[in-house]
């Protein structure tokens, strides 16, 4: 079984800046792309970035040029660093990522439990 455990969620002013880190642990023998992904009340969840493997990123829209993802792929971790916030960035983040439990296993999808982020104006 994976687990990922999200943090670094919290209150924060307009224009302020917060880094959200996902920490994946178990069973792991690799993991593809890792991302973030976000949803505001009565909105459907919705992407905001992720990276591959490799390093390539790509990021929403909304958020491109105010969020930078990255990962370290020794400690399984993937980051958002969010800087720039607006009112509209409030929501919970989720982090998702593609893990291959063994070199044999077929890759699966796991999800976070999600942090809030809440941005004041």
């Known amino acids: 079984q994976v687990q990922l455990v999200e943090s670094g969620g919290g209150l924060v002013q307009a224009g302020g800046s917060l880094k959200l880190s996902c920490a994946a642990s178990g069973i792991i023998f690799s993991i593809n792309a890792m991302g973030w992904y976000r949803q505001a009340p009565g909105k459907q969840r919705e992407l905001v970035a992720f990276v591959t493997n490799g390093g390539s990123t790509n990021y929403a829209g909304a958020v491109k040029g105010r969020f930078t993802i990255s990962r370290d792929n020794a400690k399984n971790t993937v980051y958002l660093q969010m800087n720039s916030l607006k009112p509209e960035d409030t929501a919970v983040y989720y982090c998702?990522?593609?893990?291959?439990?063994?070199?044999?296993?077929?890759?699966?999808?796991?999800w976070g439990q999600g942090t809030q982020v809440t941005v004041s104006s």
């Open positions: 998702n990522a593609d893990v291959r439990p063994t070199a044999w296993a077929l890759e699966h999808n796991y």
